[in-house]
């Protein structure tokens, strides 16, 4: 058998590549599913997870996202394999509509090869955390920001062309059956291992049609996608939770904050998660002593339900976790002290209905009545009472680092 493609007949290199990216397609599908099944249960606030659902749910996406690169790589190298190669021609080019949807077919294939892997392979790297893909060559993609709003899109993008995968598919396995049944030629045992008598296919002329109408079909679903409302919210935020949003009133304060970050960092799966808290107020009161001593004090008030925490924030805001709907707000109350080395805040930190004395170290920078912060420090969740149905460092780890940084200006 020939390793090149004749006017009559595949190759067996094209032939490889159609029956390993069938293989492929074939095992990546079925781990979508039954892992974003599992995702429904991960990602509901209402349900606490165990360890081994987590477990189970990572290890089939971290499959699936393998599995999909395979394709991604292995499509790219299937189509320059066939630009270089002779075309065998359609035994039913002489059918008009049959051969114009056949073709169109086999275009949304190819793209769907490119497209479903591609979207999925932006998602994650726009992702954080959660389910790595099984490689030695990292995470992230070049130009491919960490953001949660980019990475809703292309997974919204990654659904919606998987369906015209699916649905394409189905019609060339279909098609192909039709002509093995009921036409009884040789358009399947052509692409069958081993040599194939197939006869010479009638003279046929290609034209532009069937890729104008795969771009019409892909056109068509993302704008019925739209239609429907699937690019306008979150794919793991159905809007239905209520977290018992804290509103914060203002607080007085010698120190008027003017800018500032208060953000966590989880470990998951042992990959980081970073999110921050857009709602908090701090009372501060500081005065530069001359010596190391008391310098002021700060009473820090945080929204829980302000938190953004990637895709797993509804999750963080569930009673096995913050429980933002019984304990609404984290509160700071700290003494303000300079050290030989820098500046510490130390106080008692609750979190839920615990209350541990913390101290945060914190690096100053203080020009004329301008002050700007910064600071880190590393709680244990379990000592909060924070994800305890999770009591092993399996799926997420035991350390949360707390980072501030902040720009205040004192009132006059």
């Known amino acids: 058998m020939s390793l090149s493609n004749t006017s009559s007949s595949y190759g067996s290199v094209t032939k490889a590549f159609h029956w390993l990216t069938a293989l492929l397609i074939l095992t990546a599908l079925p781990l979508g599913w ?7 249960v991960l990602f509901d606030p209402t349900v606490t997870p165990t360890e081994a659902q987590i477990a189970r749910a990572a290890n089939l996406f971290s499959l699936h996202k393998t599995v999909g690169v395979t394709v991604f790589f292995v499509a790219l190298a299937r189509i320059l394999w066939a630009v270089t190669q002779t075309k065998p021609g359609l035994l039913n080019a002489d059918n008009k509509p049959e051969a114009l949807a056949a073709e169109t077919v086999h275009w ?28 030695p060559f990292g995470q992230n993609l070049p130009f491919v920001p960490k953001s949660l709003g980019l990475a809703e899109l292309t997974g919204t993008l990654h659904e919606l062309l998987m369906w015209v995968l699916v649905a394409s598919l189905g019609l060339h396995i279909a098609g192909a059956l039709k002509h093995h049944i009921v036409d009884k030629d040789s358009t399947l045992r052509r692409m069958l291992p081993g040599r194939s008598d197939a006869p010479q296919p009638p003279q046929q002329h290609h034209s532009p049609v069937p890729v104008v109408a795969a771009l019409a079909v892909w056109v068509a679903v993302l704008t019925g ?10 794919r793991h935020d159905n809007g239905d939770h209520d977290h018992g949003d804290a509103q914060l009133a203002e607080v007085q304060s010698d120190w008027q904050i003017q800018d500032g970050t208060l953000s966590i960092t989880i470990s998951q799966l042992g990959s980081p998660v970073t999110g921050a808290f857009s709602d908090w107020t701090a009372a501060i009161t500081f005065d530069e002593p001359d010596a190391p001593g008391p310098a002021g004090s700060v009473d820090v008030t945080i ?4 938190l953004s925490l990637g895709t797993v924030t509804d999750q963080a805001m569930g009673a096995d976790f913050f429980d933002a709907t019984q304990f609404p707000t984290a509160q700071f109350e700290a003494d303000l002290f300079k050290t030989e080395t820098g500046y510490e805040a130390r106080g ?14 914190f690096s100053l920078d203080l020009q ?12 244990n969740r379990l000592e909060f009472d924070v994800g305890t149905s999770q009591p092993t460092e399996d799926s997420l780890g035991f350390v949360v680092t707390v980072g501030v940084e902040l720009t205040a200006t004192r009132t006059q």
């Open 108 to 135: 949304l294939l190819y793209g769907s090869l490119v497209l479903v892997p591609l979207t999925g392979w932006f998602h994650h790297a726009a992702s954080e955390g959660f389910a790595p893909i099984l490689w």
């Open 303 to 306: 929204a829980i339900a302000s």
């Open 348 to 361: 008692p930190l609750t979190i839920r209905d615990k209350t541990m004395e913390i101290v945060l170290p």
């Open 34 to 40: 039954i892992a974003n099944d599992l995702a429904h």
């Open 225 to 234: 996608g739209w239609a429907m409302g699937e690019f306008s919210h979150g």
């Open 368 to 379: 004329d009545n301008t002050a700007a912060m910064s600071g880190a420090l590393e709680l």
